[in-house]
């Protein structure tokens, strides 16, 4: 069932024409034979941590990027933060120092006096009590039928990366319009590459700032919903 999503998204890249109906913008490389999607890969900076840390906040994202740019999610997003592995942790700790524990006694019942307390067991339950005491990064994939989105936040450093990419062409403004609007960005870096089976992919690069500018070589060219990405 999922090979016929996959083929349905692959004629539909290849024969854009077959959409022209919604009225959806192509470029003329959409329609060579070859072309096998476009990858829009973004380095964020942010001004502050707001939604950075938010398991929630990146679930809707992705389901408003597959609803907005028409893709077709195989599953829900999947979500989650880091440190997801505390519990693992805290468990080999504990396994440790249980076996210590018994080491210990059979080793004072032979008279035998010897410290078997590990020094770096207590650095490690230090560092996981102040692990969850913080907030800390989200990272999040939606697969589409037509491929996939994927968002890592480092809240520390006021930083999220973002790429997806689809056999289908979609438009980058849909986007880059709803990273705008989930996260108080200070900077978007941008790359937008068509990819093709047989050639070199075509790329380009510019910054979208916090006013919905977007900049070439640090110049504005015009606002978000005026600029068409593929001219640049």
């Given at each position: 069932?999922?090979?016929?999503?996959?083929?349905?998204?692959?004629?539909?890249?290849?024969?854009p024409?077959?959409?022209?109906?919604?009225?959806?913008?192509?470029?003329?490389?959409?329609?060579?034979?070859?072309?096998?999607?476009?990858?829009?890969?973004?380095?964020?900076?942010?001004?502050?941590?707001?939604?950075?840390?938010?398991?929630?906040?990146?679930?809707?994202?992705?389901?408003?990027?597959?609803?907005?740019?028409?893709?077709?999610?195989?599953?829900?997003?999947?979500?989650?933060?880091?440190?997801?592995?505390?519990?693992?942790?805290?468990?080999?700790?504990?396994?440790?120092?249980?076996?210590?524990?018994?080491?210990?006694?059979?080793?004072?019942?032979?008279?035998?006096?010897?410290?078997?307390?590990l020094?770096?067991?207590?650095?490690?339950?230090?560092?996981?009590?102040?692990?969850?005491?913080e907030?800390?990064?989200?990272?999040?994939?939606?697969?589409?039928?037509?491929?996939?989105?994927?968002?890592?936040?480092?809240?520390?450093?006021?930083?999220?990366?973002?790429d997806?990419?689809?056999?289908?062409?979609?438009?980058?403004?849909?986007?880059?319009?709803?990273?705008?609007?989930?996260?108080?960005?200070?900077?978007?870096?941008?790359?937008?590459?068509?990819?093709?089976?047989?050639?070199?992919?075509?790329?380009?690069?510019?910054q979208?700032?916090?006013?919905?500018?977007?900049?070439?070589?640090?110049?504005?060219?015009?606002?978000?919903?005026?600029?068409?990405?593929?001219?640049?």
């Amino acid at each position: 069932m999922r090979y016929g999503f996959f083929r349905a998204a692959w004629q539909d890249a290849r024969h854009p024409e077959s959409r022209a109906g919604k009225g959806e913008e192509r470029v003329e490389d959409a329609k060579r034979s070859d072309f096998v999607g476009r990858h829009l890969i973004i380095d964020a900076s942010t001004s502050n941590r707001r939604n950075l840390t938010s398991t929630d906040t990146v679930f809707t994202l992705l389901e408003a990027l597959a609803r907005n740019l028409d893709m077709t999610l195989v599953l829900p997003p999947i979500v989650f933060r880091y440190p997801f592995a505390n519990g693992e942790l805290s468990t080999f700790c504990d396994d440790i120092e249980v076996e210590l524990t018994a080491k210990a006694k059979d080793m004072a019942a032979n008279n035998q006096q010897v410290d078997l307390s590990l020094a770096p067991v207590r650095v490690m339950r230090e560092f996981l009590r102040k692990r969850q005491m913080e907030d800390s990064g989200v990272s999040g994939v939606s697969v589409w039928a037509e491929s996939h989105a994927a968002i890592h936040t480092w809240d520390e450093d006021n930083y999220y990366a973002f790429d997806a990419f689809s056999c289908k062409d979609f438009r980058p403004k849909e986007a880059l319009r709803l990273l705008l609007s989930h996260f108080d960005t200070d900077i978007l870096n941008c790359v937008n590459m068509l990819r093709f089976q047989r050639s070199l992919p075509r790329v380009s690069n510019f910054q979208v700032n916090e006013n919905w500018e977007v900049l070439v070589k640090g110049e504005v060219i015009g606002e978000l919903d005026s600029v068409n990405f593929d001219e640049i």
